[in-house]
């Protein structure tokens, strides 16, 4: 019986992992256009950030645009694999196989 | 454990989010491609007016220096994205959207004037359709400009009707394109 997986069932930390899996891999989301799709604070966002790339299933790159400073935030394999297996679970848990 | 009804509650905010983040992708390239066609329908317009003579010139130009921009543009975004934004068959469509208007124009008789309001109107109806689809920007300025442009069709005479155009037309596409990046 498969487990829901409890860094991601977080309700911010869902949205941010689904707006990340939602895009190619290995491509990005910027920090500004994060917080606007999830509707989250700068601090928040931060810190839930923080906490799935603690657990590698985001990464974190930080670089400078012009003179301007930019994160982008990139879902890995590992965090992609974790993600499908949630929805999964989700769907299963709907389905009545688990209760 | 969490109980079915969270499980929907929590996958309808994935879809959510899904949604959310498609919408900004295809705001982000239509929003440049908006601010293009705002500045091409601008001087074009502005260029018909200070030379009437050749209107239909600077457009068959806009044309061309759009198919150009929306090559370099899905190149730029393809190098920052990896995502391929338009190929052949975006082409094609446009193609077959700028047929039907020519056959239109051809079998309608339409005058300069008539033919200077039916572009905006008709590509616009375009948009509104994709507003439909793609998220309600897209409806917003296309219901906008369309109503502008009959405006102007109607109360303002003779080539200051241009301005007029170059103002709504171009103008709101860029006002439009902004909107876009920021939503």
């Known amino acids: 019986m498969a487990e829901l997986d409890d860094i991601i069932h977080q309700p911010l930390r869902l949205k941010i992992m689904a707006a990340l899996n939602a895009l190619p891999q290995q491509v990005g989301l910027e920090f500004a256009r994060l917080k606007k799709l999830t509707g989250a604070t700068d601090g928040n966002l931060g810190a839930h950030i923080e906490t799935l790339a603690k657990a590698g299933y985001v990464s974190v790159e930080k670089a400078f645009v012009g003179k301007k400073p930019q994160t982008t935030v990139t879902a890995t394999a590992a965090g992609r694999g974790a993600f499908a297996r949630h929805v999964a679970t989700l769907q299963e848990i709907i389905a009545g196989k688990q209760v | ?183």
């Open chain 2, 1 to 183: 454990m969490i109980d079915s009804k969270q499980a929907t509650d929590a996958l309808a905010d994935i879809e959510d989010t899904v949604r959310r983040v498609r919408q900004s992708q295809i705001y982000q390239v239509s929003s440049l491609v908006l601010l293009m066609w705002g500045v091409l329908a601008c001087v074009a317009d502005l260029a018909g007016w200070f030379w009437p003579r050749y209107g239909l010139y600077f457009w068959f130009a806009a044309y061309a220096v759009s198919a150009v921009g929306l090559v370099a543009l899905s190149a730029y975004h393809r190098s920052k994205s990896r995502v391929r934004v338009f190929d052949g068959r975006y082409f094609l469509t446009f193609a077959l959207i700028g047929a039907f208007g020519i056959f239109c124009c051809y079998f309608g008789h339409f005058t300069p004037r008539q033919q200077t309001a039916f572009w905006p109107i008709y590509i616009m109806l375009f948009y509104m359709m994709a507003g439909v689809w793609f998220g309600y920007a897209f409806l917003v300025i296309g219901a906008t400009i369309i109503a502008l442009t009959l405006i102007g069709y109607f109360y303002i005479p003779g080539l200051p009707l241009l301005l007029w155009m170059a103002a709504v037309n171009g103008g709101g596409l860029i006002v439009g394109g902004l909107w876009m990046r920021r939503s």
